[in-house]
Structures are given as structure tokens and as C-alpha cells.
């Protein structure tokens, strides 16, 4: 026996029939493309990390090695790239990624907020682990034409040849409204005008982020340092011989 098209009972078993195939037909498309879209979200983070380091016309694979360091810098088991899709569980576990370019300068993932949510982004170092070669700041949805401005270019720009230290202290840099004072010329960039809260978020992002890798920093500036020594003495008992 037909069903009375113009029944209630008909209206609510079409429309539960109709809920079930479009749900059944989006979550296929959903898992068919998961690989993909997983895929290029990979490659998305693989090209920020050389665009931090000015080396975005290299190869990722064969430019950048990566690891996984603990809360003493020492390295660990993991996949560094995974961690990137979660780096704020991976901070919280005490798991901290690190990209390491074949010229010896590194790229510190960094994660924070700001005044809507989430910001993040790569800093990259030269080999004195301290002098800021770039940086790509991104965001989830700050507001357009203020706080989401720390992503453009020109913003990003003012980085590059900062340092992160003072003597022996880490101080990261700073976002100051109206740009780097004299005292701290080499540790602050101009915030952005109606974007204070951005700003000081990413400020804090900096500065905490870079503390989780400071173990790993600041035994790679030992390790420098010492190395100029040997060298230097080498060069004076050189010279000592020479005469």
C-alpha cells in the first residue's frame, strides 16, 4: 500500500532517509580525501619552515633534518613534523620539534594566543642560535586589518637580524607599540596599531616557547664558543711558532 505523499509520517521518513544518505555520502568524501588533505597540510608547514629560513626554492627532504628534544634538550624518540599538527599537546608532553638546515642555522616551531584564538609560526637562527634569520607567523582568526597583520610580509620583515638573547638571558623579542626603543633595539619590533592584544600574545608565544628550547640553545652556544677558543689558541700557537 502507497504512502500518502502528503502525510506527515511521509515527510519525516523522506527527510530521515534523506539526512542518512547525504551523511553517509559526505563522511566517504570526508575519509576519501583525509590522506590528501593531510598530505598538504604537511606540505604547508614544510614550506613555512624554509620560507622562515630564506630557503624556500630548496628541497625540504634534502635541506632539513628534524628531531624531537625533552625538557633537558636532549634528543628523543618521535616524529617531529607529527608533533607540529598538535604542538601545543606536544609542549604540554614535554616533546619539542626542531628543524635543523643543512647551513647550520635551526627552526624553532612556536604556539600561543591571541585575542581569538590560536597563533603560531617558525623562527629561524643562525648557527649562533641567537641573530633571528626569519620568521612566518600564522593564525586561526584574528581580526582582519589588526591582529591578523602578524602575518603579512612587511610585518614579519622586522625580525630578521634581531637577536633573542641579552648577554646570558633569553629575552625573546618583544611587539612594543611604536616600535624598538634605543635600549632594546635588538630585541623589539613595531606592534601593530589596534592590535594589542595580538601583539602581546605573540610577545608571550615568543618568549615561553623559547624557553622550552633553551637547554638545547644554550648548549649549542657553549659548544660554539668553545670551538672559537680551540681555533683562536690554535691560531696564537701558530703564530708563537711562526716568530
Known amino acids: 500500500m502507497a504512502m500518502n505523499k502528503n502525510s506527515n509520517l511521509y515527510i519525516v521518513v523522506y527527510s530521515t532517509i534523506m539526512v542518512v544518505v547525504v551523511a553517509t ?19 604547508e608547514k ?40 598538535d604542538l601545543k599537546g606536544a609542549f604540554e608532553n614535554g616533546t619539542y ?17 591571541g585575542l581569538w584564538g590560536p597563533v603560531w609560526g617558525y623562527l629561524a637562527l ?35 637580524g634581531k637577536t633573542i638573547f641579552e ?8 611587539l612594543k607599540k611604536g616600535g624598538a ?13 589596534g592590535g594589542t592584544k595580538t601583539c602581546d600574545g605573540v610577545s608571550a608565544m615568543l618568549l615561553n616557547s623559547l624557553t622550552n628550547y633553551l637547554p638545547y640553545l644554550k648548549a649549542h652556544i657553549a659548544s660554539a664558543t668553545e670551538c672559537a677558543c680551540e681555533e683562536c689558541a690554535e691560531e696564537t700557537l701558530s703564530n708563537v711558532n711562526m716568530e
Open 97 to 113: 620539534p626542531i628543524f635543523e638546515a643543512k647551513n647550520g642555522r635551526v627552526v624553532i616551531p612556536v604556539y600561543g594566543s
Open 25 to 43: 555520502l559526505l563522511a566517504v568524501a570526508a575519509l576519501s580525501l583525509q590522506s590528501r588533505q593531510q598530505a598538504n597540510m604537511l606540505g
Open 126 to 160: 643562525e648557527p649562533d642560535m641567537n641573530t633571528v634569520v626569519g620568521i612566518v607567523l600564522d593564525h586561526a582568526g584574528e581580526t582582519p586589518g589588526l591582529g591578523a597583520e602578524i602575518a603579512t610580509p612587511k610585518h614579519q620583515a622586522q625580525y630578521v
Open 181 to 193: 626603543t634605543e635600549a632594546n633595539i635588538q630585541h623589539e619590533v613595531d606592534a601593530i596599531s
Open 167 to 174: 648577554g646570558e638571558e633569553l629575552v625573546a623579542i618583544t
Open 46 to 85: 614544510k614550506q613555512a619552515i624554509l620560507s622562515s629560513l630564506g630557503a624556500s626554492t630548496e628541497n625540504y627532504d634534502e635541506f632539513v633534518t628534524s628531531k624531537v628534544l625533552n625538557v633537558e634538550g636532549a634528543e628523543v624518540e618521535g616524529d617531529a613534523l607529527d608533533l607540529l599538527f
